[in-house]
């Protein structure tokens, strides 16, 4: 059997091409390419590289009440920036944890801060409350670092701030605690612009 195998090869003189497999796309249709919508062929663009680093703060599996039952979803709460003055918040819900990161990423990159930093550091204290979030905002000198918790720490540290000191005062959810942390920190904005 093993020689009968071995005989039944194809010989030289087949001219026949070997049958290749591309990934996607029609024959004839080299590989990275697709046609647009006219019809011509154009160079298929790849993701652009995220300009902004991501940390996840929290991420819940929420649920709503409908007629037919339950109806689970993701809660995803994002925080962007490029660690050189920008910040930013997303919170958005989807079906799979992916969809929900996708729609925070791009939710926050919509609601951008500039973030004033003066001497390695911002510029004035603010005490602020935003629902059920108190936070304090101090500046620091140089070489203190970063002296804060939670939530308010990860957002200072993408905002790119060398040197502050923070406290939360009274809440535990974190979600609040970002939002009254970008409040206060787009409050320092205003009042270095006047």
Do not use: W
Not at 161 to 173: D, E, F, M, Q
């Amino acid at each position: 059997m093993t020689q009968e195998k071995t005989q039944s090869r194809p010989k030289s003189s087949d001219t026949r091409k070997p049958f290749v497999r591309r990934s996607g796309g029609k024959p004839g249709e080299k590989p990275g390419q697709r046609p647009d919508r006219d019809g011509r062929n154009r160079q298929h663009k790849q993701e652009n590289v995220r300009e902004f680093e991501q940390k996840i703060l929290d991420l819940a599996r929420v649920t709503r009440v409908t007629a037919g039952g339950k109806r689970m979803s993701f809660r995803c709460t994002l925080v962007i920036g490029d660690k050189k003055g920008r910040v930013g918040l997303g919170i958005a819900k989807g079906a799979d944890v992916q969809i929900a990161v996708e729609k925070a990423y791009r939710q926050a990159k919509k609601k951008l801060i500039h973030v004033p930093i003066v001497n390695e550091t911002i510029p004035h204290a603010v005490l602020l409350k935003s629902g059920s979030a108190s936070i304090l905002l101090k500046p620091a000198p140089k070489g203190i670092g970063l002296k804060a918790g939670g939530a308010v720490r990860v957002v200072l540290e993408y905002a790119g701030v060398p040197n502050a000191v923070s406290k939360i005062l009274n809440s535990n959810n974190k979600l609040n605690i970002a939002q009254a942390a970008l409040e206060a920190i787009a409050q320092l904005g205003e009042t270095s612009r006047k």
